[in-house]
């Protein structure tokens, strides 16, 4: 499809474990984001990539966050030694330049037991 | 640094009524973008609208329009004639500029609109 794709759908995980959610955005698009929506909450800016230019890492909540993209296509966003507070939506928005409105994807759950 | 406010938690409207959505704002930056984002109970992040901060004219897409006050720093939305499919959670967004680091687009605590029929 040509829209903003993102895997798992689902995730469940024990405590401690890590997860690798991964997002690949619309072809052509140079900016990529990532925000985490907790339940019935907004949206919370992780991180932010803009062609290549270095990430705006300024929302990654602790050091157990981090994300990589290659060039202006896939993007992975690792959680190391998952808490029960890392339970949330996960979403990938990508944007065809720095200044355009985001496309989203259907965003990864991940629930910690 | 850049803050984005939405301070209506829920709003009720009357089917075919208009309603106002607040949002203010704030930032360093002299450019700068403002959004409105639906998100149905689906889930989905559906793009509505969009102000550049030095557009003279208000933004308006069909029945959608952003009432955009510069100096107070506020960036309402207005939906006309609501729909009951109207009933959502809006975000208010915000993509800054160089002076506050960088163009990253960030989000409000959003408001759910009850259309009642």
């Known amino acids: 499809g040509a829209g903003v794709s993102q895997s798992p759908s689902n995730k469940v995980t024990e405590k401690g474990k890590d997860v690798e959610l991964r997002c690949d955005p619309i072809?052509?698009?140079?900016?990529l984001y990532w925000y985490r929506q907790r339940l019935g909450q907004g949206l919370e800016f992780l991180i932010y990539?803009?062609?290549?230019?270095?990430?705006?890492k300024s929302g990654l909540p602790s050091d157990r966050f981090s994300a990589e993209r290659t060039g202006e296509s896939v993007s992975t966003l690792t959680i190391q030694r998952t808490q029960q507070e890392d339970s949330a939506v996960y979403l990938c928005?990508?944007?065809?330049?720095?200044?355009?409105?985001?496309?989203f994807g259907e965003g990864s759950r991940l629930t910690v037991l | 640094a850049q803050k984005i406010t939405q301070t209506q938690p829920g709003m009720f409207v009357q089917e075919k009524e208009a309603v106002t959505l607040d949002c203010t704002y704030d930032?360093?930056?002299?450019?700068?973008?403002l959004f409105w984002y639906k998100q149905p109970s689906s889930g989905e992040m559906i793009f509505l609208i969009y102000?550049?901060?030095?557009?003279?004219q208000n933004a308006t897409e069909g029945r959608y329009s952003l009432n955009f006050q510069k100096a107070r720093k506020s960036a309402n939305l207005v939906i006309s004639a609501s729909q009951l499919g109207d009933s959502a959670m809006y975000f208010c967004?915000?993509?800054?500029?160089?002076?506050?680091?960088?163009?990253?687009?960030?989000f409000g605590a959003g408001t759910r609109l009850f259309v009642k029929a």
């Open positions: 928005a990508s944007s065809p330049r720095a200044t355009g409105e985001l496309f």
């Open positions: 072809s052509g698009h140079t900016a």
């Open positions: 990539f803009q062609g290549n230019s270095a990430p705006d």
């Open positions: 930032t360093s930056d002299p450019s700068y973008g």
């Open positions: 102000q550049g901060s030095y557009d003279q």
């Open positions: 967004a915000m993509r800054g500029g160089l002076n506050t680091g960088g163009f990253k687009t960030i």
